[in-house]
């Protein structure tokens, strides 16, 4: 399980997250949702290691991770698909693919992730030697989550996916992650696209202006005036 | 002070007639010519950001002008000193034509061409001019000065009052300013309306200008002129030192390091000292960079500045105003406008009308395209296709700062406020640059009207390191409403406000309207939107999928599925 | 019109000194690029490794010399680098300082060999062959040897291993490199620590087939930054092939106009470099 207590993180000088208590358990498909502004990204860069955190606890399985060096925390069953994706472009998505699995523990098992992702993905499997900053946004999006998912993490974290994604593609990307559920991995996703993150999700938490607002089953959540209010003003 | 600086000047005029030793006038001399080249080097390179390894080769341009036409062809020295100026100039201005013109060319690429240039010219000098040996130079002197010595020493102290009070005038002035600008944020500075090319190119020139000057002079100074002496890489690093050590942000910061270097380089003059003395020169150039970034003068300006009490100054407020025109016409007219950046299409076909006097608001999911819309139409970004039209005018093609000439600005998301410039400053960039070009006196009278507008004239003063989220958002507000445009785009002004801010903010968005400027309102905060807004136009995926009244729109099904998911509607 | 032979053996010594170039510029190309940092004191740094060659030949063969520097110009490397991050100098400010730096070591060689040139005498050198009219001499194959295996080396590592990607992923984008498993600030000592030992490299190639002199540091400068601009910042292979094109259209120019015109050559290729390929840079 990965939990959070109390944590706040900091954007510059102003305080992105306040006093969030969050956890994911092992295998659990959990979404995050709320307006824009509200510290998802900034949340889940932390939760990643890519930001520092003020105070509050991370904690993985009972170990506290929170001053870990950045470089560490995949070696903790961490790996984030980044917001904006965030490619290596100038390498070709194979070698994208391999440095996802940099880590000792996933470099053994490099050859069975890459058939996974491949399987997963096979749109991709044609173009591994194409500079990843070649592709179309889709596919890229296709070769973080494959990046990721080298890494054999117990948790994935996907910040914002299908920003920029056409409906289409969007389906592809999330189908994928259900699946990627399904065999095992936790994933904790951001999601402003709520309509899809609600199918995905059993549980939720609701953001709003760097505090958790609301937790609980999705659809309930949604159809609470207020929430309804922080996203449409009406 | 008139009088110390009356009496500096008389000194230094007249020192050649005291009957000293000729030791005097010869170090003065030298001084002085430090003085000059590092002004002048400053000028363009500590101004703008743009540092040249190459000054060498201009002033090497200089003294072979002078050496070649006076030396061999036995012209009037007199003559030949304004054409050495020009001979650096030309070649200063051809290298930056190409040079500037490369958008992605910036720093350290240019301190390298620049470096390689001495080289060149130290080639062409050795073989088209010098022929190996040398040129010797002997020229008869105007006898206005019991010494020849002493007359090139007023001949220096002639130049190098023009080059302070270049440096001076430059600074103080809005083409100064406008270098300072892009120093900080070239791009920033162009969308507000500096035009870099061409400031680049006249600050360039300016600084090869002088320092041909100071060559020309120099080939008399030292009669025999050789290519290895000239051409040597020392003087293009002592400039850098010079400048850094005094202080590259004020115009006579360069002068206070080029005494203190001249001076301490004097102590070690001969045989190993001299070895000695070029490797203190070197240590010096790491201390100064890594400890004192700002120079000794820049430190010691800090040290007041923070002393200061804010001078506030009390704003003439506004009249009334009679123009707000909200005919509903419309002003902005997109159609068709597309844009992808490397495998994402942000635009897809986005078409959109703002109307005159409005407060348009522009919601949508993160992703859909608004800010690429914004930079599209502020000329960032060059549109792929459509069209787009201001008061009737196609923008799509116009550079970044024509557009503000016509009247657009913009905030950005993230404040990306000139750092190294005061609030003030910051604020007085646009109206010098805008439609109506204003001097600097102006500008800053105008900067301090909106500083009082939108309550940041208490830190005028400061810079925006000093500001807080809320600050730094009205910076950018102010700066933009300062050149007073027809259309304004708000980015995200309210994001990380708390509701009280919030409220401010939205006060003022009104009150800016109520002024005469059309706005195009790009906000998450709903029920700012709802508030604010006469019309609201929703993109999604990069197109506009409705547009018109607030409640009706932000009900419109299409619209609700896009925000809420489509279980909703 | 010269003869064929000296064209010949223009182009050969242009390839020659195009290699040194290369070697020269290898280790500046990957610290600028990876790092983005511009090490201007990696020329004093090889004349340095020159000097100290020179000096020790009498009682130690060069490549024994070698043995010894490189290691501790590895350290060298890792100290500037060091400082730079402890001082988060910005990028143009590592130009000013190392140009600090190249004045400290230059006025260093100075003090303790005096300015005059020198040149070493070596077994190698008189060692020479006959390939049909044209002559090669063993330390130009050496100094070609190097700058091959050195530059095709850094480019395998960079290509194939998982090093040399991690390299190449933490230049692009250092913080998602991180989150990776990537350790950006050992990467980081690595790649300058070997730059400056190849500036050692380069620095035995320097006293095995130049004159040595202080003055001579700065001019090398301008060509090597010319064939590392040319060929690419952070490609390993780029200063050695630009490095020959300079290097033979110097020598050809000098076979066919005068000598001196050749520095000219560098820097005009740059700027129609620039003139007609912006998007490069």
Known sequence: MYELASVAVNYGAAAAVSDVNLRIGAGELVVVVGPNGAGKSTLINAMAGLHAVASGRLVIDGEDITREPPHRFCDRGIAIVPEGRRLFVNLTVRENLELGSYRAGARMMRIESLRRVCALFPVLAERMDT??????????????????????????????????LSPMITEDVFRAIREINNEGVAVMLVEQNVAVALELARRAYVLDEGCIAAEGEPRQLMSQPQIQRAYLGT | MRIALAVIAAALIGLPYLGLPAFYESFGYLLLSAIVLATSWNVLSGYSGYFSFGHGAFFGVGVYTTAALAGKLGWNFLWTLPLAALAATVLGVALGAIVFRVRSLRGELFALLTLAITFVLATI???????????????????????????????????????????????????????????????????????????????????????????????????????????????????????????????????????????????????????????????????????MPEGILGQILKRFRDRAPARAQVARPFGNVNNVNTSGEPLLVVRGVAKAFKGVQALASVDLEVRRGEILGLVGPNGSG?????????????????????????????????????????????????????????????????????????????????????GLDAKAHRFPADLNLHERKFLELARALASRPKLLFLDEVLSGLTPAEMDDALRLIRAIRDQGATIVFVEHVMRAVMELTDRVAVLTYGKAIAEGVPAEVMRHPEVVSAYLGAAHV | ???????????????????????????????????????????????????????????????????????????????????????????????????????????????????????????????????????????????????????????????????????????????????????????GYLVSGLAAAVAAVAGLCLALNHTLAPVQIYAWMGVVFAAVMMGGLGRPIGPLVAGIVIGVSEALTMAVTNPTWAPLVSFSLLIALLLFRPARF
């Open chain 1, 131 to 164: 500079p990843a900053g070649a592709l179309s946004g889709g596919q890229q999006q296709m070769v973080a989550i494959g990046r990721a998912l080298m890494a054999r993490p117990r948790f994935l974290l996907l910040d914002e996916p299908s920003l920029g």
């Open chain 2, 125 to 291: 000098a050795l073989n088209a001019v010098d022929g190996g040996p040398g040129i010797m130079v002997t020229v008869d002197m105007p006898k206005i000065a019991p010494t020849a010595s002493g007359v090139i020493y007023l001949m220096m102290l002639a130049a190098a009052a023009l080059t302070l009070w270049t440096a001076y005038a430059m600074y103080h002035s809005r083409f100064g300013t406008g270098l300072f600008a892009i120093h900080d944020d070239e791009d920033v500075a162009e969308v507000m309306g500096v035009p870099t090319y061409r400031f680049k190119l006249a600050a360039f020139a300016i600084s090869c200008a002088l320092a041909g000057l100071a060559g020309g002079i120099h080939a008399i100074f030292v009669s025999y002129v050789t290519v290895a002496e000239t051409f040597s890489i020392a003087l293009a690093v002592n400039v850098v030192l010079m400048s850094a050590l005094g202080g590259t942000r004020h115009w006579l910061g360069p002068a206070v390091g080029a005494i203190a270097i001249t001076v301490l380089l004097y102590a070690f003059t001969s045989g190993n000292a001299a070895v000695v003395g070029r490797a203190l020169t070197g240590l010096i150039l790491i201390v100064v960079i890594v400890a």
């Open chain 2, 370 to 454: 608004k800010s690429t819309l914004i930079n599209v139409v502020s000329g960032h970004h060059v549109a792929d296709a459509g069209s787009i039209l201001f008061e009737g005018e196609e923008l799509v093609g116009r550079p970044a700062h024509r557009i503000a000439r016509a009247g657009i600005a913009r905030t950005y998301q993230i404040p990306r406020p000139f750092p190294q410039l005061t609030v003030l400053q910051n604020v007085a960039l646009p109206p010098m640059f805008g439609q109506v070009v204003m001097d600097r006196a102006r500008a800053e009278e105008e900067a301090w009207r909106w500083l009082a507008f939108t």
């Open chain 3, 1 to 187: 019109m010269p003869s064929a032979t000296l064209l010949g053996q223009s182009v050969l010594s242009g390839i020659f000194i195009g290699s040194l170039y290369g070697l020269l510029g290898l280790g500046l190309s990957l610290s600028w690029g990876m790092l983005r940092q511009v090490n201007l004191a990696h020329f004093a740094l090889a004349f340095l490794g020159g000097y100290l060659t020179f000096q020790l030949s009498g009682r130690l063969d060069p490549f024994v010399t070698l043995a010894v520097v490189a290691p501790l110009f590895f350290l060298a490397g890792m100290g500037l680098h060091w400082f730079l991050t402890r001082f988060s100098v910005s990028l143009l400010n590592t130009l000013l300082v190392t140009f600090g730096l190249t004045s400290i070591i230059e006025a260093g060689i100075q003090w303790y060999w005096t300015a005059d040139f020198h040149r070493m005498e070596n077994a190698y050198a008189a060692v020479r062959w006959k390939v049909g009219p044209l002559f090669v001499s063993l330390p130009d194959l050496l100094t070609l040897g190097f700058a091959l295996v050195l530059s095709l080396g850094a480019w395998a590592v960079l290509r194939f291993t998982d090093l040399g990607k991690a390299i190449r992923a933490t230049t692009e984008d250092a913080p998602i490199a991180a989150a990776f498993g990537v350790n950006e600030k050992l990467l």
